[in-house]
């Protein structure tokens, strides 16, 4: 019987075949994690990146550094209006730069137009968590402008109420809940392969350093 370590070692081969196949068929495109906070989406968006080979960007970090504030500072001094117009400029450079792993604020995929850039320029996961598991990750910060009020789990249902069935458009969902981070990305990995197995990449993506 082949010991502990023998299928470890088995295991950790077989996933990083799938991964290099997966990076070989996206053709370039970026993965985009897409769904409310809490979902999981910077901490399994990091180890997916990771298991590919592929870069990491958190658009919430990327739009602080765009802006030099903190995105709380910039609900507050400049209101959401500001702040989505903004979200949406940095996701479409985001998206124009070489294939990378994006993590989404939760109100990212709302937008139409940024919808119709990740649908052109990536293929999109929804990291799907139920009530119970977001509050107990949201609960653990203080910087969720959103959630700033004395009820924050009623506003948490009503985010569900209003923004689940856009996410739905995703191209792929993934239950978010409180298996291991590497756990989820292996199934990240196979729910994409899945999903080229029946809607392949035609044409490569663009040449995003033309």
Known sequence: MADEATILRGADE???????ALRERLAGRHIVLVGLMGAGKTSVGKRLAQRLH???VDSDNAIEESANMSIPDIFKSLGEAEFRAG???????????PQQVIATGGG??????????????????WLKAELPVLMRRVLRRQDRPLLANSDPEATMRDLMAKRYPIYAEADVCI???????DAMVTRVIAAITQHLDTNPVENPAKDMTA
């Open 14 to 20: 077989r996933d990083s075949t799938a991964a290099d």
């Open 54 to 56: 592929l870069p990491f």
């Open 87 to 97: 979200e949406r400029r940095v996701i479409a450079r985001l998206l124009n730069e």
């Open 108 to 125: 990212a995929y709302m937008d139409a137009e940024t919808r119709l850039r990740i649908r052109e320029q990536g293929i999109s996961v």
């Open 175 to 181: 239950l978010s809940d409180e298996q291991p981070h």
